[in-house]
């Protein structure tokens, strides 16, 4: 799912940034990717704060939805297909207006809170990548910013 791939991962005062590469292998594809953002998480050693998700591409997006039955991530995927067709009467004329219609849709970030280490997803929520004009490697960035410490006063 990962290509293992990461880009220099930095600092950034008390925030961590990472970029990590993500391979489709369908035209429409919602893959998870939420073991690798955890993974990120536990590296940067942020126990309360939030990550904030951003893909920076205009035919792939994030978006959180049920993971524990793959069938669901098929079905928007389908769904998306369905209501906004490859083939229709657009004026951009790259052949993947589709794919730019569907992602605006889905949204190009997201943000998760983390509690205890971990991101505090509900227990059916899962974070993926949707690629609207795969298969390709898109990138996902990752940025963890820990809360503040308490005021001692």
């Keep these: 799912m990962l290509d293992g791939m990461k880009t220099g991962s930095r600092r950034l005062g ?5 970029t990590l590469f993500i391979s489709t292998s369908r035209r429409s594809e919602l893959k ?5 953002i955890q993974r990120v998480v536990s590296e940067s050693g942020c126990s309360e704060g939030v990550c904030h998700l951003y ?9 959180i939805n ?27 004329a790259e052949g993947n207006s589709d794919s730019h219609i569907k992602t605006t849709l889905v949204g190009s970030s997201e943000t998760v809170w ?7 997803l ?4 899962s ?3 949707a690629d609207f004009d795969g298969p390709r490697r898109r990138e996902l960035r990752v940025k963890i910013v820990p809360d503040l410490p308490a005021d001692p006063r």
């Design 66 to 92: 049920e993971g524990d039955d793959p069938a669901v991530a098929r079905d928007i995927a389908a769904t998306l297909d369905r209501l906004i067709p490859h083939r229709g009467d657009y004026a951009h």
């Design 127 to 129: 974070i993926f990548l």
């Design 114 to 120: 983390i509690e205890n280490g971990r991101l505090l």
């Design 32 to 36: 998870d990717v939420t073991a690798e």
């Design 14 to 18: 008390r925030s961590l940034a990472r």
């Design 122 to 125: 509900g227990r059916w929520q």
């Design 55 to 63: 893909v920076p591409h205009t035919t792939a997006g994030v978006l």
